[in-house]
Structure formats: C-alpha cells, structure tokens
C-alpha cells in the first residue's frame, strides 16, 4: 500500500485546511488509517483515526470540535478537515494505515506510512 498526503500548506490562526491521503490499492477498505503529527523538537503523536467498517472516529482532546476525519471508499482517499486552526496545530502530518478494523491510536503496528505534508499556523 502507498500512501500519499496532501493538502498543507500556510494558514493564519482560526483558519481551514483539508488534507487528503490517498492509497494505491483497492484493499484500502480493510485498513484503518490515522492521521499523526510532529511538530519540531517533539514526539509524533496521534491526531485522528478512521476505520473502515463502521467509519467510527477517534480524536485526540487537542483537536475535537475542530477537526474532521472523513474517508471515501470509493476514491481509496481518507480526509482530515481542519477548522480553527492554532499556531500549536503547526506540524507535518502524516497519514497511515494499519489492517484491521479496530481504532488504534498507536504508532506501533502500523503497517504504512504516507509521505508528511506540512502544516504551518501563522500566528
């Protein structure tokens, strides 16, 4: 599976961003897929995740009620919809994929990564 993240760029503070991410192959329906970030200096963390059976969600605190993780099967594509966005949102994200349906919101086990795109918040 490759995966390929897009949609970043330059944003001031209380603006939006969709980042999209999109795999290769047709078995995209049986892999969940997580959006994580780092920010310079710091650890990757989780961001959001999706899986594929249910299309159930899962948020990290930091970005309920301001971000969107949406997929669309039929474009093998999976979208993080980023509203209000803060200086501390400024990171590169990453899509990735782990099989199986159950959210997980480890970086252990994932079974692909996407590229990054970057995310930067003017203040």
């Known amino acids: 599976v490759q995966l390929q993240a897009s949609g970043g760029g330059l944003v001031q503070t209380g603006g939006s961003l969709r980042l999209s991410c999109a795999a290769s192959v047709r078995t995209f329906n049986f892999y969940m897929i997580n959006w994580f970030r780092q920010a310079p200096g710091k650890e990757r963390e989780f961001v959001a995740g999706i899986n594929w059976k249910d299309n159930s969600t899962d948020y990290t605190d930091s970005v309920k009620d301001r971000f969107t993780i949406s997929r669309d099967n039929a474009k093998n594509t999976v979208y993080l919809h980023m509203n209000s966005l803060k200086p501390e949102d400024t990171a590169v994200y990453y899509c990735?994929?782990?099989?199986?349906?159950?959210?997980?919101?480890?970086?252990?086990?994932?079974?692909?990564w996407g590229q990054g795109t970057q995310v930067t918040v003017s203040s």
């Open positions: 990735a994929a782990r099989k199986g349906w159950i959210l997980v919101r480890d970086i252990d086990g994932t079974d692909f």
